[in-house]
């Protein structure tokens, strides 16, 4: 989430589902979990890294089967970053001194994690970015910046995935968030309809929310803490 949104930073499924069966992040022991990582798999990582960090390029191209420096990375056509004439699939996101990585063989992902902000001029952002059912959910819970923060991580997850990013437009994106997590109602637009993506709940981070999206298909999630 960008500053520009209103966001200071502060202390502090298949379609209609939001799926966790990864209870916990895990450390990834030996062999590196990349012996492992083929298709029907998704692997998450948590890394305590900052933008621009070496480690971050590295575990990239490890599992691109790479040296890190020959490793060439490209731009989709909306920016998005992707490795030429391969399978495998990445993406990325940032904040603070984390940093969300996350594989797929054959099949699109997006992530995205951002640390507990206070947010400011809500209404503005929420007329924007969000449905009225939407906006409704979100003004009655208890704690409106956390669960503000987890709605966008899940949409802003699903829009990169779809290659596009905050581009696509967040408003099309709908959630349901009646649940514990939210939930992928409905897709709008050319990467529509719903049941072409599925949006993944991740283990808990420290003050902060994350989310995970990726083409429909049954992946099987890894998460590990590097």
């Known amino acids: 989430m960008q500053p520009a949104l209103g966001l200071d930073p502060a202390p502090a499924r298949a379609a209609g589902r939001a799926v966790s069966e990864a209870p916990a992040w895990h450390a990834p022991g ?7 990582f083929a298709s029907g798999t998704v692997d998450v990582w948590w890394l305590s890294a900052a933008r621009g960090d070496p480690v971050v390029r590295k575990l990239i191209a490890r599992y691109a089967g790479e040296h890190p420096a020959s490793l060439r990375l490209a731009s989709g056509p909306h920016g998005k970053p992707m490795l030429e004439a391969a399978r495998l699939r990445f993406n990325l ?14 099949a699109e992902v997006g992530v995205d994690v951002e640390h507990a902000r206070i947010v400011r001029r809500r209404d503005a952002l929420l007329a924007r970015c969000f449905t009225p059912a939407e906006r409704a959910r979100l003004r009655a819970t208890p704690d409106p910046d956390t669960a503000l923060l ?11 995935a779809i290659g596009r990013g905050l581009a696509y437009g967040l408003g099309r994106v709908e959630l349901d968030l009646a649940g514990e997590h939210p939930r992928l109602a409905a897709v709008a637009g050319e990467a529509g309809p719903v049941s ?31």
């Open 30 to 36: 030996e062999p590196h979990p990349v012996a492992g």
């Open 93 to 106: 996101s940032h904040s603070g001194g984390t940093t969300l990585l996350a594989f797929a063989l054959d």
């Open 150 to 160: 987890a709605a966008w991580t899940a949409k802003e997850a699903v829009v990169k």
């Open 196 to 226: 072409r993506w599925t949006l993944r709940a991740l283990p808990p981070l420290p003050a902060a929310s994350a989310a995970l999206a990726h083409a429909a298909g049954p992946l099987a999630l890894r998460c590990f803490r590097g």
